[in-house]
């Protein structure tokens, strides 16, 4: 068994790094069950894959249907089985990438009403986002006019994608990127119950797992599977597998600024982004080698970059980057395009040609129109 599944958290108890999520949820199912409060009609989970969103659904509807004692789930009742398997009649879910069209979400109101072994019919919608236009429209009235005892759970990672009218009707959760200690000691501990010990060379793998894998549990757990197989857990394979393309990235970043090469830089951030999957890690990454980059100049009084980038530039871009690493502090954003605005930024203010007023009209209209965070809009605007 992959050791994705072999250690998903079956309680919230096991949920890692995600404190408020479980005080939330775990608070909610207790007084429906004392039944002082009824559950919504629907709850959305929004964050970055692999930081516990659908793996919470599972468990919200194990416990709504548990058969077992006092701590729900129990996980060793039928109903319980049945919904950690995969089979249970009580439990549907579905891809809104593979099964978001209009007539998927129209068939689920014929399947809500259906009969079933449970107590509570729970439909979860993964990557709900990807959904079509119609299909969230028929989302919606089922929304509005839900069965009884039904409850939608919908899962994204992409938050803005989802309808305004969507979001006003569910009680929203947002996951965290779960931090690197919290990875680190959940892969040693896969090691301990695996049986491998640890040592220096494993810890420092441990460590650089959990640093690659952007606040994914489950990146890092399939990380670590491809060293169980290979059952060689050095820094030397590590870097052969997954190697190090932080520098190389920022370094081409500010350069193709520099020379504003727009498909150069928008290549390098899109390459960049399928890899670590994490705006924080490449923009930390950046500002990194700007402060290298400063170091040098103050160490030796000289230039860098091949004498291309100056000390008032470097000091202006590494207040771009720290004033962009605040705003992704506070934003929903799973995408690129903060990033992306951060390079044409810095591409005017190393003296490139600064976008055209429809250009850069027509970039804040698109980005509007997906409920884009408003400073980024702002940012815009000074292109």
């Not at 930081?51 to 701590?71: D, F, W, Y």
């Not at 498909?263 to 994490?278: I, N, P, Q, R």
Request: aromatic share 6%; hydrophobic share 45%.
């Amino acid at each position: 068994m992959a050791l994705a599944l072999k250690y998903r958290p079956l309680r919230f108890n096991d949920l890692i790094g995600q404190d408020h999520i479980r005080l939330v949820l775990e608070t909610l199912l207790k007084r429906y069950d004392a039944d002082e409060i009824e559950l919504p009609t629907g709850l959305l989970l929004t964050g970055l894959r692999g930081s516990g969103k659908t793996t919470s659904a599972r468990i919200v509807a194990a416990h709504l249907n548990c058969e077992g004692g006092t701590e729900k789930p129990c996980g060793i009742c039928p109903s319980c089985k049945a919904i950690l398997n995969g089979t249970s009649d009580s439990v549907l879910e579905i891809d809104g990438a593979t099964s978001g069209l209009v007539e998927d979400i129209r068939n689920l109101a014929r399947i809500a009403r259906l009969s079933h072994s449970g107590k509570v019919r729970i439909i979860i919608i993964d990557e709900v986002h990807a959904a079509s236009k119609e299909a969230f429209s028929a989302l919606l009235k089922q929304l509005e006019e839900p069965p009884p005892r039904v409850i939608y759970i919908l899962v994204t990672t992409d938050y803005q994608m989802v309808p305004t009218t969507i979001k006003s009707r569910c009680l929203k959760f947002t996951f965290n990127n779960i931090s690197e200690k919290n990875i680190a000691d959940r892969l040693n501990h896969v090691l301990d119950y695996e049986g491998i010990s640890g040592g220096a060379t494993t810890n420092q793998t441990i460590q650089y797992i959990a640093n690659r894998s952007s606040g994914s549990m489950r990146d890092a757990l399939m990380m670590l599977e491809q060293l169980f197989i290979l059952n060689d857990f050095s820094m030397a394979t590590v870097l052969k597998i997954w190697p190090d393309t932080l520098p190389a990235f920022s370094e081409q970043f500010i350069l193709t600024a520099k020379a504003n090469d727009v498909k150069a830089g928008m290549d390098a951030v899109y390459k960049a982004f399928l890899s670590y999957h994490d705006n924080i890690v490449l923009v930390d990454a950046i500002s990194t080698h700007l402060k290298n980059l400063a170091i040098d100049i103050l160490d030796a009084g000289i230039m860098t970059l091949a004498g291309k980038i100056k000390e008032s530039d470097i000091l202006t871009l590494m207040r771009l980057t720290w004033d962009l690493r605040i705003l992704l502090k506070n934003s929903s954003r799973t995408d690129p395009i903060l990033l992306e605005t951060l390079w044409f930024v810095m591409a005017k203010e190393l003296g490139g040609k600064v976008l055209t007023q429809h250009t850069s009209n027509a970039i804040v209209l698109q980005t509007s129109n997906k409920d884009i965070d408003s400073e980024l809009v702002d940012l815009m605007k000074e292109l």
